[in-house]
């Protein structure tokens, strides 16, 4: 929510301007309502900014033309007042020496903003971040430097927030502070310093990167940094990691093939990081497992498509002999558990690990209740990972497209894995049993890679489909998770349509009334123990005129008869296979709403009203 990028550099004749909007851009999927950028140019601030998307902005050549030696720019998901030029971001003080940029939400800006009203600031925005370039202006005011300016005013705001803040006075350095809101530093040690919201900004200028913590101000020199406590202004040593991703994982090119969009590339990706999934190391698999089965009791906590992976593993652990786990969606966690019994554990699911909602709720488990943390995550480094006693890192690499979709396949996959593990440990299951199972789960990658050979045929049942605006996702047991995923890719990138998954069986209490000629009704249909009785739903809907579009084993006769269409998932005809195939009928959905998307011609990485890290509550 937001995206942040900032440079200072040593280097000569580098496009400082450029390099900011180009960062900027590989950031949009945090916020794209409205962006600018400010660098500091012969003792004063240049400072531009408009709503609207970064290559709209800058189609003159607009911001690449600024001049300054470093800087910062920002692009925003509006949160207090409209997507207006006066809203965006940076905010400067009165006398525009000082630029800042923020994401993340101050919960007493109204008061500060009113005492410093009272004290003469001019306020030009409807922003809760104003208030730090003039509370900083007074600081400095009082005789302090940038820093110890900075760290009083942080002290002084209440909420979240991962701020830069530059000074026209200081062109030696620039400072970063943040307060759960993610802040990431990446370097060309002696060179250049960046600054950026998420990883991948930087990730095509250096893989050395430092993450800054809680409560840490860092002043970034051109290729050098300094962390400090905030509380105490002590220096904390820190080493830089190196970054694992590819240099190339911020750019639409996959195997030397150029994508129209990255959600498309990203959805070819799945076979391989699948497979890299299943390379997790044992010692992290073990961990979760056997902490679980030590619990008195399970949680499993997430928000959105994460969420739904949590569905589809808990299903898979319970199955498996491991305990059934209690499924809360991570914004109403603290509300549905007044108390947490001693003894529990939360898992919890993020591909960015940044979302407000699923931090808040695992420490409130954790602080309040003494619970311990199992979490899957995509991202290393994350605050989530710094909430957890046991960590599995997902290997989707970074996703760009806002609409999660290799995140949820590796995260199943992870879920899987700990699944069977549970089996073993607990050795109710025969030891060949549990081997075939995973066996089947290995191939996973396999599967997927089938899929996308008939590619073509889910695109031409896109297109069939692409003037529909409503449409239910149907499916029992174990499916229901691949069901409400679909449908939430559809209401995501393909707004035309309303889609709702929904329990099959529960279809016909309520929304069975909607069904008329043409209805278009997706039934999530592995063979698996509930298909006879979603044989009978099928019936139902077909009955009442629905459009029945399947998704089925690539050996199923009976419910591809009576559907008008069928995706086929080419699966084993065995029982661990079918026990298996979460992840590639989840899969099979989730390109069905990439095509029905890009058929409409939405803009599928950046949906209307979305932003991929959700870090407010
Ligand atoms: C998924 O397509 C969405 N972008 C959204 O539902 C997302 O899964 C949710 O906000 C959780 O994000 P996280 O995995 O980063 O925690």
Not at 162 to 185: F, N, Q, W
Not at 192 to 211: E, G, H, M, N, V
Not at 384 to 393: A, N, Q
Request: hydrophobic letters at 40%.
């Amino acid at each position: 929510m937001c995206g942040i990028f900032g440079l200072i550099t040593k280097k000569k004749d580098v496009p400082v301007a450029k390099l900011i909007r180009e960062g900027l851009q590989r950031l949009e999927y945090r916020g794209y309502d409205s962006a600018g950028i400010a660098l500091v140019h012969d003792g004063k601030i240049e400072c531009r900014k408009d709503s609207g998307r970064i290559a709209d902005i800058n189609k003159d050549g607009w911001f690449d033309s600024m001049e300054g030696s470093f800087g910062v720019g920002h692009t925003r998901w509006a949160t207090h007042g409209p997507p207006v030029a006066k809203n965006s971001h940076p905010h400067l003080d009165c006398k525009e020496k000082i630029a800042v940029v923020h994401n993340g939400i101050l919960e007493n800006f109204q008061q500060l903003r009113k005492e410093l009203s009272e004290r003469g600031h001019e306020f030009k925005s409807d922003t809760d971040t104003e208030v730090f370039p003039h509370l900083i202006e007074e600081y400095i005011e009082k005789g302090m430097d940038l820093k110890k300016a900075v760290i009083e005013t942080v002290k002084q705001c209440k909420g979240a927030y991962g701020i830069v803040v530059c000074h026209a006075d200081t062109p030696d350095y620039m400072l970063v502070a943040r307060k759960e809101s993610p802040l990431t530093i990446g370097i060309t040690p002696g060179e250049t310093t960046y600054c950026a919201s998420d990883i991948p900004a930087f990730l095509p200028l250096t893989k050395t990167a430092y993450i800054l913590d809680d409560d840490e101000i860092a002043v970034l020199y051109p290729g050098q940094v300094e962390i400090f406590d905030i509380e105490t202004n002590q220096k904390r040593h820190r080493d830089p990691m190196t970054v694992q991703w590819s240099m190339d994982a911020a750019a639409k090119t996959l195997d030397g093939k150029e994508y129209k969009w990255f959600m498309h590339k990203e959805l070819h990706e799945v076979p391989r990081k699948i497979r890299e999934q299943f390379k997790m190391p044992q010692s992290d698999i073990d961990a979760f497992a056997k902490t679980i089965m030590d619990a008195d009791q399970v949680f499993i906590t997430a928000a959105g498509t994460a969420y739904y992976a949590c569905l589809a593993g808990k299903f898979q652990i319970t199955r498996f002999g491991g305990p059934y786990i209690q499924s809360i969606l991570c914004s109403e966690f603290k509300d549905h558990l007044p108390e947490i019994p001693p003894n529990s554990v939360v898992m919890a699911v993020s591909q960015s690990g940044e979302t407000a909602d699923t931090i808040e709720a695992v420490r409130y488990a954790r602080e309040n209740y003494g619970a311990k943390v199992c979490s899957v995550v995509n991202v290393v480094g994350s605050s989530l990972t710094r909430y957890s006693d046991h960590v599995i890192i997902t290997t989707a690499g970074p996703e760009i497209a806002v609409a999660s979709q290799k995140a949820y396949c590796c995260q199943v996959s992870a879920l899987s894995m700990v699944a069977l593990r549970i089996a073993e440990l607990k050795g109710e299951m025969e030891k060949d049993e549990v081997k075939k199972y995973h066996e089947a789960l290995i191939e996973t990658g396999n599967v997927c890679d089938e899929i996308l050979k008939k590619e073509d045929n889910i695109k031409s049942i896109a297109k069939a489909v692409s003037e529909k605006t409503n449409f239910y996702y149907l499916a029992r047991g174990a499916s229901m998770a691949a069901a409400l995923e679909g449908a939430l890719k559809i209401k995501e990138i393909n707004p035309k349509a309303h889609a709702e998954g929904y329990a099959a069986g529960e279809s016909k209490h309520g929304p069975i009334a909607l069904i008329r000629d043409g209805f278009p009704v997706v039934f999530v249909a592995p063979p698996d123990e509930t298909y006879d009785r979603l044989i009978g739903n099928v019936m139902e809907m077909k009955a009442r005129g629905g459009l029945i579009i399947s998704v089925v084993a690539d050996f199923d006769e009976k419910i591809s008869e009576l559907s008008d269409y069928t995706i086929e998932v080419p699966i084993k005809n065995n029982k661990y296979a079918i026990t298996m195939s979460a992840v590639p009928f989840a899969y099979t959905l989730q390109i069905l709403a990439y095509h029905a998307a890009e058929i409409n011609g939405f803009d599928v990485d950046k949906p209307t009203n979305l932003a991929k890290s959700v870090t407010v509550k």
